[in-house]
């Protein structure tokens, strides 16, 4: 199998739980098999899965409405209690999607990241597809809370994620599906995030963006 390019894996992670491969642009025509995954199944996913990863973030850049990335992002599986751990995510991906306030203006300029926690759930199994592995990605209580520093004052800032959105992920792609899960096949990993709305010193902004992981094991 080969990585697809960026806007192919962009569209294909739209079709809901029973999804074909986003990492991957090996045309097969055999029909799949789906069946539920054993906990044993469980547990050698998790394990097959657990590393450091290092790559990049997508998403929606504002400015020009068009899928943008920064690189040198980290983060972790960790086997033992299903988790994922994004150690370093850029403050000015949360602000692409907020009305022009303040906080846009600071978090766009602002060089502090942040890490998010999430729960990962791998759920099917393809029986034709050996080591491809699909999981959700749950952020603990689909909630994280950070501190900025801005008008030399803290603030503090809570996202609220969500399992399931409709967006547009650029100016030149339809609405399409999103779900919280993600992908991994031969080392590589894809990940979404899906951002509902972000709440500043009690004033809450309704988001709906979608950001996402896309990175190999280091």
Same mark, same amino acid.
Not at 120 to 132: G, H, I, L, T, W
Not at 143 to 158: L, P, Q, Y
């Given at each position: ?9 962009? =569209?294909?992670?739209?079709?809901? =739980? ?9 045309? /097969? ?7 539920? =995954?054993?906990?044993? $199944? ?14 990049? %973030?997508? #998403?929606?850049?504002?400015?020009? $409405? ?14 033992? /209690? ?10 000015? !991906? ?25 729960? %990962?759930?791998?759920? !099917?199994?393809?029986?034709?597809? $050996?080591?491809?592995?699909? #999981? ?13 520093? #801005? ?12 399992? $399931? ?24 990993? %894809? ?18 963006? %979608? #950001?996402? =992981? ?5």
């Amino acid at each position: 199998m080969k990585p697809r390019k960026l806007f192919t894996f962009v =569209l294909c992670l739209t079709a809901g =739980l029973l999804f074909t491969s986003c990492l991957n642009d090996d045309d /097969d025509n055999d029909k799949k098999t789906i069946t539920p =995954l054993t906990p044993q $199944q469980r547990l050698a996913q998790l394990a097959d899965m657990q590393s450091i990863y290092s790559g990049k %973030v997508f #998403f929606t850049n504002d400015s020009t $409405q068009l899928i943008d990335s920064i690189s040198g992002i980290d983060w972790s599986v960790l086997a033992s /209690d299903s988790t994922l751990t994004l150690r370093n995510l850029p403050m000015k !991906v949360l602000a692409h999607g907020l009305p022009n306030t303040e906080l846009k203006q600071q978090l766009l300029k602002s060089t502090d990241t942040q890490s998010i926690t999430a729960d %990962v759930k791998p759920f !099917v199994n393809e029986s034709n597809s $050996q080591n491809y592995y699909t #999981f959700w990605v749950l952020p603990k209580e689909y909630k994280s809370h950070f501190t900025v520093n #801005f008008g030399d004052t803290s603030h503090e800032i809570d996202i609220e994620y969500d399992y $399931q959105m409709t967006v547009a992920l650029s100016f030149y792609y339809a609405s399409m599906t999103y779900y919280s899960t993600g992908e991994y096949y031969n080392r590589q990993m %894809v990940a979404y995030f899906l951002v509902k709305n972000i709440t500043c010193d009690g004033s809450k902004y309704y988001v709906n963006r %979608v #950001f996402f =992981l896309k990175g190999e094991k280091a």
